[in-house]
């Protein structure tokens, strides 16, 4: 009987220590550390998923620079309208290549 509960405790510590190294590995967030989070619905650049391997090979385009794509892509043709929504700057995200696309994520 004693020996069931010793391996019962032996248990639930190790229960508790694989819920802490998670909770440490992902800054008690649940976002792995340098992963770039998609943009929220307030931020209406386009992106074209256009294919990447580096952040190099992604560009900013369009007349209000709304579009993040490809570089090997043909350039995007835009009205010139402007937006406020466009306004990378001002909702924190940029251009970037990433899980191999071309799109515009949170800095």
């Known amino acids: 009987m004693e020996k069931k509960k010793v391996n019962t405790i032996i248990a639930i ?3 508790l220590g694989i819920i802490f190294l998670f909770l440490f590995a992902f800054n008690y967030s649940g976002k792995i550390p340098g992963e770039i ?8 650049g386009i992106s074209t998923l ?9 560009i900013v385009s369009g007349c209000s620079l709304q ?7 043909e ?3 835009t009205t010139c309208d402007w937006k406020e929504c466009y306004n990378s700057e001002s909702y924190g995200v940029i251009c970037t290549c990433l899980e191999d696309e071309c799109q515009w ?3």
């Open 13 to 15: 510590g190790i229960i």
């Open 37 to 44: 989070e998609q943009i929220e619905d307030s931020f209406c």
């Open 50 to 58: 256009g294919e990447c391997a580096t952040n190099n090979d992604c």
């Open 67 to 73: 579009v993040c794509q490809g570089k090997f892509e």
């Open 75 to 77: 350039e995007a043709i």
């Open 105 to 107: 994520a949170l800095e």
